[in-house]
C-alpha cells in the first residue's frame, strides 16, 4: 500500500486545515488508518485513528474536540480536519495504514504497516 499525504500548509492560530491522504495499491477498505504527527526536536506522536468501515475512532487527548478523523473508502483516501489550531500543533503529519479486524483502532505507531510521506503544517500565533 502506497500513502501519500496532502493538505498540509501555513495557518492561523484559531484557524483550520484539512489533511488528505490518498492511498493506493491494496484494499483500503480493510485497513485501520490512523494520523500521527513529528514536531522538531519531539518524538513522533498518536493524533488520530479509525476502523475500517470508520465507525469507530479515537483520538489523543490533545486534539480531542478539535480535530475529526473520516474516510471515504470509495476514493481511498482518509482524511483529518482540524479545526481551532494551536501553535503546539505544528509538525510534520504522517497517514499510516494498518491490517487490522474490522472494528479495530490502531493507537501504537509501531503496528501500523505502511507510512506516508508526511506533509508539514505551520502555525502561527
Known amino acids: 500500500v502506497q500513502l501519500q499525504a496532502f493538505g498540509g500548509g501555513l495557518v492561523q492560530a484559531g484557524g483550520s486545515l484539512s489533511l488528505s491522504c490518498a492511498a493506493s495499491?491494496?484494499?483500503?477498505?480493510?485497513?485501520?488508518m490512523g494520523w500521527f504527527r513529528q514536531a522538531p526536536g519531539k518524538e513522533r506522536e498518536f493524533v488520530a485513528a479509525i476502523s475500517w468501515g470508520g465507525g469507530s475512532t479515537n483520538y489523543a487527548d490533545s486534539v480531542k474536540g478539535r480535530f475529526t478523523i473520516s474516510r471515504d473508502n470509495a476514493k481511498n483516501t482518509v482524511y483529518l480536519q482540524m479545526n481551532s489550531l494551536k501553535p503546539e500543533d505544528a509538525a510534520v503529519y504522517y497517514c499510516?495504514?494498518?491490517?487490522?479486524?474490522?472494528?479495530?483502532?490502531?493507537?501504537?505507531?509501531?503496528?501500523?504497516?505502511?507510512w506516508g510521506q508526511g506533509t508539514l503544517v505551520t502555525v502561527s500565533s
Open positions: 499510516a495504514a494498518a491490517r487490522a479486524t474490522a472494528q479495530a483502532i490502531i493507537i501504537a505507531g509501531r503496528l501500523y504497516d505502511y
Open positions: 495499491g491494496g484494499t483500503f477498505s480493510r485497513y485501520a
